[in-house]
């Protein structure tokens, strides 16, 4: 049995709604940060060699991630699934010029291709013989370094999934796949995971950026931050890295309002960040055995007003004024049940 490690590209200068394809597009400064990280998860695990893509952004992250430890080699048939007409057009300039071409993939966005160009599942066979080939001319662990459309073709057919599920496959930038090759084929162990436990500073911002987080919510995030970093000096469990970024991301998407929690706790798990997104999802119901890095993240962030620190009655009393029914009323209730139970265990933690 060996490892076959499949890596998405990192993040590009051209951002997220722009369909790339085959052009040379390179790593902004996050994805030249998420490469070298790869290169130093990569350290203790045995390879022989690393594959890539011939485009530019993977060349560059297998070359960072094999650190002249092992050979890359480019590989054609590893390339991004070609968009024909839309090839550098952002998706807005899409709808417009292709409306029907444009809804018809939506319809079916598995199988049907650009205009001239190749669809997921196109891609994903074109990839998959390069993938049969490349282990059957070797006998050692693997790196794959390529894209998130024919990655997700091809591993729509590794795992059995219909191809007009493709997007539900998760490959952020610099996410890493783990597929096992034994006697009964490939097998998949984890998908689309970063190689950490929490984004670095430079990637929360990015985040941020990309959500179009508004000054204020990041300056409440910071705030919340601050506190749940002081309340964890008493809980030594508490992983106060991972409860920092969590705290960080927690209102990514509050400008969308009722359900950004689990909106939020979405997105961080596309990007490939579920331990954050575990916390985030709950900053606002606590549910059944949180961690102890999302009681903090709860009660932290209803000991913060804005930027102002308030108590937990302070902040009660604003938030029941927007209770308006029994129901609304009974939410409040448990919510602020909550958060006074954490108080009670932290203050006996510290006794």
Known sequence: MRTVYLVRHG???????????????????????????????????SVSAVYTSPLLRCVQTACLLAAGRVPVREEQELRELDPGLWEGLSFGEIKVRYPAEYAARGEHMGTIPPPGGESFAGAGRRMDGCVRRLLSETAENIVLVGHGGAGRGWLCAVMGLPFDAVLSIRQPWGGVTVLTDGAEGLGVKSVGLQPARFPEDPEIESLLDRADT??????????????????????????????????????????????????????????????????????????????????????????????????????????REKCLGPQALAVWGKRRGDAMKIMKELQGSTT
Request: charged share 30%; glycine share 8%; net charge neutral.
């Open 214 to 319: 508004p000054g204020p919510v990041r300056a409440h995030s910071r705030a919340v931050a601050k506190k749940a970093l002081e309340l964890a000096v008493s809980v030594p469990r508490a992983d106060q890295e991972l409860l920092r970024a969590a705290c960080l991301l927690h209102d990514i998407v509050r400008r969308y309002g009722h359900g950004h929690d689990l909106r939020g706790a979405e997105l961080l798990d596309r990007a490939g960040w579920p331990q954050v997104a575990e916390i985030v999802v709950r900053h606002h119901d606590l549910g059944d055995a949180p961690t102890p890095e999302a009681k903090l993240l709860y009660l932290a962030d209803k000991l913060i007003l804005g930027e102002t620190v308030v108590t937990v009655e302070e902040r009660f009393e604003k938030s």
């Open 11 to 45: 993040q590009t200068e051209n951002g997220l709604h722009r369909c790339s394809g085959s052009s040379p597009v390179a790593l902004d400064l996050v994805g030249c940060l998420q490469a070298r990280r790869l290169g130093r998860w990569f350290e203790d695990k």
